[in-house]
C-alpha cells in the first residue's frame, strides 16, 4: 500500500508519497505515523485523503493485535500543510490485564416513592485499565468529599457494555460513562465509586 517507504523517526523532507513512520520509544509507548498526500480539489490541496488513511491504517492495525492503544487514527495536520493518522501503542501493557465482572444493573419500584436495585452479572473475563486522567479528581459538595477515579478500561469485543453498566475489579468499582468502538473492543469511560468522605 506504500509507494513511499518505512521510516524510523523522521520521514524524507518534502515527501508527497505514502510513507509510515515509528517514532522513537518514551515512557512505555511509540506513534506510528501514517502519512498519504493530500486530495486535490481543484486549486485546493488541503483535504485529507481520509479512505487511504483508514485503508493504511487498518492493515498496520492488524499487524499490532493484541497491543493497548492510546490513539486509533487520528487525523492531524503536519506543519508542513499535509495530514498524518495517528496511531500511539502502549507497548509495555502488551497481555496485561486484570480481572473484572460487567455488571448492569436494574430498578423496581417498591411502591412507596423508592426503588429497589438488583444486579446481574452480564460478563467477567480480562480487562486493561489505561490513560488515569491527570490533574485533580477531588469533588467537594455540600462538605462532602469524593475521590472518583476516571480511567479508561478495554475490553475485548464479546462483552457488549452499555453506558451506568458497573465494572467492578478488586480495587474498586467503576461506573461507564463512556463507550468508543476501537479495533477488537471496546474503550470505556469509567469513574470510581469511592463514596463521601466528611469533613
Known amino acids: 500500500m506504500l509507494d513511499g517507504g518505512l521510516y524510523r523517526y523522521n520521514r524524507p523532507i518534502n515527501s508527497r508519497k ?3 513512520v515509528i517514532s522513537t520509544p518514551e515512557q512505555g ?21 481520509l479512505a487511504q488513511m483508514k485503508l493504511i491504517t487498518d492493515a498496520v492495525l492488524t499487524l499490532l493485535s493484541g497491543y493497548d492503544f492510546d490513539k486509533v487514527g487520528l487525523p492531524q495536520r503536519d506543519a508542513d500543510g499535509q495530514w498524518f493518522c495517528q496511531i500511539r501503542i502502549n507497548y509495555n501493557s502488551v497481555d496485561a490485564g486484570l480481572s473484572v465482572e460487567l455488571w448492569s444493573l436494574t430498578r423496581v419500584d417498591d411502591g412507596y416513592g423508592g426503588f429497589t436495585v438488583t444486579k446481574s452479572l452480564q460478563w467477567s473475563g480480562i480487562a486493561q485499565q489505561v490513560d488515569i486522567k491527570r490533574g485533580s479528581q477531588l469533588q467537594v459538595a455540600a462538605g462532602r468529599y469524593e475521590f472518583n477515579l476516571e480511567t479508561d478500561w478495554l475490553l475485548p469485543q464479546d462483552a457488549e457494555p452499555q453506558k451506568f453498566m ?7 468499582e467503576y461506573v461507564i460513562n463512556g463507550i468508543i468502538p476501537e479495533a477488537g473492543g471496546w474503550r470505556l469511560n469509567t469513574r470510581r465509586k469511592d463514596g463521601a468522605y466528611t469533613a
Open 18 to 20: 505514502r510513507d509510515v
Open 29 to 49: 509507548k511509540v506513534d506510528i505515523n501514517i502519512h498519504v498526500p493530500n486530495l486535490v480539489l481543484q486549486d485546493d490541496q488541503t483535504n485529507p485523503d
Open 166 to 172: 458497573h465494572l467492578i475489579t478488586a480495587e474498586g
